[in-house]
C-alpha cells in the first residue's frame, strides 16, 4: 500500500507493511459481521414469505382486528383467525411484568449500586446472577404451584390470569434490568456525586438528580431488555395466562398471548392454520421493531 | 443501619417462604362453590376431539362448541395440576392417567373404570391408536407392532389400566420371542395421551432387544399423524379415530382402549355427573357448582 505524505513541501512516497495478522482479524471480524446479518435477515425473510400468502387469504384487516380465533383442525374448510384478543393479551401481560418489574429492580439497581454494604452485595450479586440462569419452564412452573394458586384464593377467578403472569414474568425480568441498571449508575463519574454533594445536596438527592439522569440511556436500555423478553417469552406465560381466546374484563382474567398461540398449535397446524401461526409471529416481529424505533426515537428527542 | 437492613431482610424472606407455603399447602378443606372453573385442553389434542364429539359439545352444524372462556392446557398434567390445585376446576383426562390427586366423576351413574369401558357401560371411551406411513418397511418397527399386539404387550397394556385388546381377536399375535438379531433405531411419536402407555412399551420391548433404540416424543395427536405422514415418526399415536384425511397415507390400527375420565378437585362433593350436564357446561350453560348440585339433587 503507498501513502502519500508531505514533508517539508516535498512528496514523498512511502510504503507500509500491513501486518498480515491484521488482515486475517479483519476478515475474522467481517465473516461474524456477514454470519450475523444473514441470520437476521433470513429469519425475517422466512417469516414473511410464509405469512405473507396467509395474510392475503385471511385478510389483514381481519387478522389484526377480529376476535375470533376458530382454526379449521380437522381440515374440513373454513375457520376464522383473528388475533385482536392474543394483541391485546400480550400488550396486557407485557405491561403488567414491567409495572412489576421496573420499579422494583430500578430501585434495586440503585440500592446495589450506591447504597448496598460489601458483605450483602457479595450475595445480591450472585442471586441476581442465578436469577438470570433460571430457565423459564422452572419459573412457569413455580408459577403454576406458588403464585397462581395464590392468586385464586387471595382474589378469586381462575387463577391462570393476566396478574399471575404478569408477576412471574415480572421477577423474571428483574435480573436483566437490575444488572444493566446498575452498570449504568456505575459508570456515572464519580465526580457528578461528589460535585452534587459539594453543593449542599443530600445523598438521595445526589443519586437520583444527578446520577440516575446521567445513566438514564442504560436505564432505558435495561427497560427495554426487559420489555423484550417478557413480549417474546412463551414458556412460562403459556402455563400462566389460561389461554382463553376473549377479551378480559378484569386482570384475573386469562388471556392468550400471541407466543403461547404460536407454541399451542404451530405442532399441528397445516395449511391456512400453520400460515396464520406464522403471520402472528409476523405482527409479533414487527411489534418489536415499533418499540425498538420509538426507543430510539425518544433518546434521540432526549439528546 | 446494617441492622435495619437485615431485619428488612428476613422478614422479606419469611414473607416469600409464606407465600410458598400457602401456595403448596392443599385446599382440600372446603366444598367447590360459585364459578366453574372449565379446564380443556389444545385444539390438537385427541383426548379433546374424543372428548367434545362423544359428549355432544361439538354437533355437526356449529362444530366444537367450547365457550371461549375455558382454560386451554397444553398436556393431560397440566390438566391433572390444575384440578388438583382449583377446588371450583373440572376438566378431562385419560383414564390410564388418573392419579390420586383428583377425583374422577361417574358419568351417568356409571363409575370411570376399565371394566365397564369394557362392558360397553362407559360411554366416554375412545380407542389409541398407531399409525404408519402405508406401503413402508421397517423391520423394526414391524416387531415392535408385533410386540405390542403379543400377550407380554397387551399385558402391560392392562397392567397400566387401559383396556387390551380382547384374547382370541385376530390382531393378537400370541405369545413374543425376540428374533434376537435387531439393531437400530425408530422413532415413535404423537398423542401425549398414549405416551405413558408407549413408554411401558417400549421399556419392556429394549429390555428383550438391547440392539434396539426407540425414541418417544410426545406432543399430539393431529402432530403424531402428520408426523408419520411425512416420515418424521415410524410410528405416530393418536388417541382418537384417524380421519380420512389421515387414513389416505397411512395404515392405522388400535392397540387399546382408554376411557377418559372427567375429573373434579378430591374436596368436590360431587361424585355422579350427567352426560348433558358435562355437555352444558363446556359450551357455558351451566356456570356455577350451585347449578351442577342443584340438577343433580333433584
Not at chain 1, 396464520?276 to 418499540?291: G, K, Q, R, W, Y
Not at chain 2, 422478614?11 to 367447590?32: E, P, R
Not at chain 2, 416420515?231 to 382418537?240: C, K, L, P, V
Request: glycine share 10%; charged share 15%; hydrophobic share 45%.
Amino acid at each position: 500500500m503507498t501513502e502519500e505524505v508531505l514533508q517539508d513541501g516535498k512528496e514523498i512516497k512511502r510504503q507500509i507493511k500491513v501486518d498480515p495478522k491484521e488482515l486475517i482479524m479483519k476478515i475474522v471480524f467481517i465473516i461474524a459481521a456477514v454470519v450475523f446479518i444473514a441470520a437476521v435477515v433470513t429469519i425475517c425473510v422466512f417469516i414473511f414469505v410464509q405469512a405473507v400468502p396467509a395474510l392475503k387469504e385471511i385478510g389483514l384487516f381481519n387478522f389484526l382486528f377480529s376476535s375470533e380465533w376458530d382454526p379449521d383442525v380437522e381440515g374440513t374448510g373454513g375457520g376464522s383467525y383473528g388475533i385482536a384478543t392474543m394483541i391485546v393479551g400480550s400488550i396486557y401481560i407485557t405491561a403488567g411484568a414491567l409495572i412489576v418489574g421496573v420499579p422494583i429492580g430500578f430501585l434495586t439497581a440503585v440500592f446495589m449500586a450506591r447504597y448496598c454494604p460489601r458483605p450483602l452485595y457479595k450475595v445480591m450479586k450472585p442471586m441476581t446472577n442465578i436469577l438470570a440462569g433460571i430457565p423459564s419452564i422452572v419459573y412457569g412452573y413455580f408459577g403454576v404451584r406458588v403464585i397462581v394458586p395464590f392468586i385464586r384464593d387471595t382474589f378469586g377467578g381462575y387463577g391462570y390470569s393476566i396478574l399471575s403472569a404478569s408477576l412471574v414474568l415480572g421477577i423474571m425480568i428483574l435480573p436483566t434490568i437490575i444488572s444493566v441498571s446498575e452498570n449504568a449508575i456505575r459508570a456515572v463519574p464519580k465526580s457528578y456525586y461528589e460535585g452534587a454533594l459539594a453543593l449542599g445536596a443530600t445523598k438521595e438527592r445526589a443519586i437520583f438528580r444527578t446520577e440516575v439522569p446521567a445513566a438514564k440511556s442504560g436505564i432505558v436500555t435495561s427497560i427495554i431488555l426487559g420489555l423484550g423478553r417478557v413480549i417474546g417469552e412463551t414458556m412460562a406465560v403459556v402455563m400462566l395466562c389460561g389461554n382463553q381466546t376473549e377479551f378480559p374484563d378484569s386482570i384475573l382474567d386469562g388471556v392468550r398471548t400471541m407466543t403461547a398461540n404460536i407454541v399451542l398449535e404451530l405442532g399441528y397446524a397445516e395449511g391456512l392454520h400453520r400460515g396464520a401461526l406464522i403471520a402472528t409471529a409476523a405482527v409479533l416481529f414487527v411489534f418489536i421493531l415499533i418499540i425498538t424505533l420509538l426507543v430510539s426515537l425518544i433518546r434521540k428527542k432526549a439528546k | 443501619m446494617k441492622k435495619v437492613l437485615l431485619a428488612i431482610l428476613s422478614l422479606v424472606m419469611a414473607c416469600g417462604i409464606g407465600i410458598a407455603a400457602v401456595g403448596c399447602a392443599d385446599n382440600t378443606s372446603s366444598d367447590a362453590t360459585g364459578t366453574i372453573i372449565v379446564v380443556s385442553r389444545e385444539d390438537g389434542s385427541g383426548t379433546r376431539s374424543a372428548f367434545i364429539e362423544l359428549t355432544g359439545i361439538e354437533t355437526d352444524e356449529d362444530g366444537d362448541r367450547t365457550i371461549s372462556s375455558a382454560m386451554i392446557t397444553n398436556s393431560t398434567n397440566m390438566v391433572l395440576t390444575t384440578v388438583a390445585d382449583a377446588v371450583n376446576a373440572i376438566g378431562y383426562v385419560s383414564m390410564g392417567s388418573l392419579n390420586d390427586q383428583v377425583k374422577a366423576l361417574s358419568v351417568d351413574g356409571v363409575a370411570a373404570t376399565a371394566d365397564n369401558v369394557l362392558a360397553g357401560t362407559y360411554k366416554l371411551a375412545r380407542p389409541f391408536n398407531i399409525a404408519y406411513k402405508t406401503g413402508t418397511t421397517n423391520e423394526i418397527r414391524d416387531d415392535f407392532i408385533k410386540y405390542i399386539y403379543s400377550d407380554q404387550g397387551q399385558a402391560i397394556v392392562t397392567q397400566e389400566n387401559y383396556i387390551a385388546i380382547p384374547e382370541g381377536d385376530d390382531q393378537r399375535t400370541g405369545s413374543y420371542t425376540s428374533p434376537g438379531n435387531l439393531s437400530g433405531s425408530i422413532t415413535v411419536g404423537g398423542s401425549s395421551s398414549v405416551s405413558p402407555l408407549m413408554e411401558k412399551l417400549i421399556e419392556a420391548y429394549e429390555a428383550l432387544n438391547s440392539g434396539v433404540t426407540i425414541n418417544l416424543q410426545t406432543s399430539d395427536s393431529t402432530a403424531g399423524m402428520s408426523g408419520a405422514a411425512e416420515g418424521t415418526f415410524d410410528i405416530g399415536m393418536a388417541s382418537r379415530d384417524l380421519r380420512e384425511t389421515e387414513l389416505a397415507n397411512l395404515t392405522g390400527m388400535a392397540i387399546a382402549q382408554d376411557g377418559i375420565a372427567v375429573v373434579v378437585n378430591p374436596s368436590n362433593s360431587l361424585s355422579d355427573i350427567e352426560m348433558t350436564m358435562i355437555c352444558n357446561i363446556y359450551i357455558g350453560q351451566v356456570t356455577t357448582w350451585e347449578q351442577v348440585k342443584g340438577e343433580s339433587a333433584e
